[in-house]
């Protein structure tokens, strides 16, 4: 049997050389990752301060908008002012538009996405379409059928006072960090003085009338799990209208989005009775609600012959 040729020194060389050649890449490559690092840090921590330092809410969401544009394409910030999200301030659009921003005002009843964050305090993520941002928005921020905004809400008091807007290559989990941040540093305006008054004569005490029944008073605890279970009813259908948006249109115009629709609302009507339905007797179905209202727009035949109904 023939012994294996030796190696030639030339070859012994090359693979000397391409050995010190791998570990030298590999510890450049090592350098670049750990200064990457520390320069997204010291990003993230500078940006985080300035945020907690701002004074008024105008500076606050002045602040946060400036955070935000390094970690998106563009953005804005909105005041929600009942049913209606006000313009505030806007980056990454031309600037005759950012003049006007403030002058928009966009119901949230024209915009899905939007009254999604504010009702569920959960942050968004939604095609820039007119029915899911609102045409204002659809115009400004969509560069394709395929663009997407994230949105994400500032929760001060379980209130939802501001909206942070953001569109194309979005970094979602720096943003909704500063969204944190400024929900904690939020300042209230201060309350109008209370004006003096003179105090009249006492009148005669009237007859107490009979109490009216408010319908059932809930405790802090059960308020809570009543607003788990609806938040959770929100999320899954808004996820349904953003991933399944082909199979909801088509069930839609079918009159029969459970049978477009089964796989994903089987298993959100799974998870609804083991975690809130089942353990809570008297919990309403919160999901089949959400479904009639928003999945087919308070017309319940949309759901087809074949959906099962609410579980309780």
Same mark, same amino acid.
């Given at each position: 049997?023939?012994?294996?040729?030796?190696?030639?020194p030339?070859?012994?060389?090359? !693979?000397?050389?391409?050995?010190?050649?791998s570990?030298?890449?590999?510890?450049?490559?090592?350098?670049?990752?750990e200064?990457?690092?520390?320069?997204?840090a =010291? /990003?993230?921590n500078?940006?985080?301060?300035?945020?907690?330092?701002?004074?008024?809410?105008?500076?606050?969401? +002045?602040t946060?908008?400036?955070?935000?544009?390094?970690?998106?394409?563009?953005?804005? @910030?909105?005041?929600?002012?009942?049913?209606?999200?006000?313009g505030e301030?806007?980056?990454?659009?031309p600037?005759d538009i950012? &003049?006007?921003?403030?002058?928009? =005002?966009?119901?949230l009843?024209?915009?899905?996405a939007?009254?999604?964050?504010? !009702?569920?305090?959960?942050?968004? $993520?939604?095609?820039?379409t007119?029915?899911?941002v609102?045409? *204002?928005?659809?115009?400004?921020?969509?560069?394709?059928? !395929?663009?997407?905004?994230?949105?994400?809400?500032?929760?001060? *008091?379980? /209130?939802v006072?501001?909206?942070?807007?953001a569109?194309?290559?979005?970094?979602?989990?720096?943003?909704?960090?500063?969204?944190? #941040?400024?929900?904690?540093?939020?300042?209230?305006?201060?309350p109008?003085? @209370?004006e003096? @008054?003179? $105090?009249?004569?006492?009148?005669?005490?009237?007859?107490?009338?009979?109490?009216?029944?408010?319908?059932? !008073?809930?405790?802090? *605890?059960?308020e809570r799990?009543?607003?788990?279970? /609806?938040?959770?009813?929100?999320?899954? #259908?808004a996820?349904m209208?953003?991933? *399944?948006?082909? +199979? #909801?249109?088509?069930?839609?115009?079918? &009159?029969?989005? %459970?049978?477009a629709?089964?796989?994903?609302?089987?298993?959100?009507?799974?998870a609804?009775?083991?975690?809130?339905?089942?353990?809570?007797?008297?919990?309403?179905? %919160?999901?089949h609600q959400?479904?009639?209202?928003t999945?087919?727009?308070?017309?319940?035949?949309?759901l087809? &012959?074949?959906?099962?109904?609410?579980? @309780?």
């Amino acid at each position: 049997m023939a012994s294996a040729a030796p190696t030639s020194p030339l070859r012994q060389i090359l !693979e000397e050389q391409l050995a010190q050649l791998s570990g030298e890449m590999e510890r450049l490559f090592q350098e670049a990752r750990e200064r990457a690092r520390g320069e997204l840090a =010291e /990003q993230l921590n500078q940006a985080v301060r300035r945020i907690r330092q701002a004074s008024t809410p105008e500076e606050l969401l +002045a602040t946060l908008l400036d955070a935000a544009c390094g970690f998106a394409g563009g953005a804005a @910030v909105f005041r929600i002012d009942g049913e209606v999200a006000r313009g505030e301030r806007i980056r990454g659009v031309p600037e005759d538009i950012a &003049k006007v921003f403030g002058d928009f =005002e966009i119901p949230l009843a024209s915009a899905a996405a939007l009254a999604g964050a504010v !009702e569920s305090r959960d942050p968004v $993520i939604a095609a820039t379409t007119g029915p899911e941002v609102s045409g *204002e928005m659809a115009r400004l921020a969509s560069r394709g059928a !395929e663009d997407r905004a994230s949105i994400f809400p500032l929760v001060v *008091e379980n /209130q939802v006072p501001a909206l942070l807007y953001a569109w194309g290559d979005v970094q979602g989990a720096a943003l909704e960090l500063f969204a944190q #941040v400024a929900s904690a540093a939020w300042i209230a305006p201060a309350p109008a003085p @209370v004006e003096l @008054v003179t $105090i009249a004569p006492a009148a005669p005490d009237p007859v107490p009338a009979a109490p009216e029944s408010s319908g059932p !008073e809930f405790s802090s *605890e059960e308020e809570r799990r009543h607003l788990r279970a /609806q938040r959770f009813a929100r999320v899954q #259908v808004a996820e349904m209208r953003l991933n *399944e948006a082909a +199979a #909801v249109h088509s069930g839609a115009a079918q &009159k029969n989005l %459970y049978a477009a629709l089964r796989p994903r609302i089987d298993a959100a009507r799974a998870a609804m009775r083991e975690r809130f339905v089942e353990p809570r007797p008297g919990m309403p179905d %919160y999901l089949h609600q959400e479904l009639v209202r928003t999945l087919a727009h308070d017309e319940p035949e949309l759901l087809g &012959k074949d959906y099962p109904g609410p579980l @309780v």
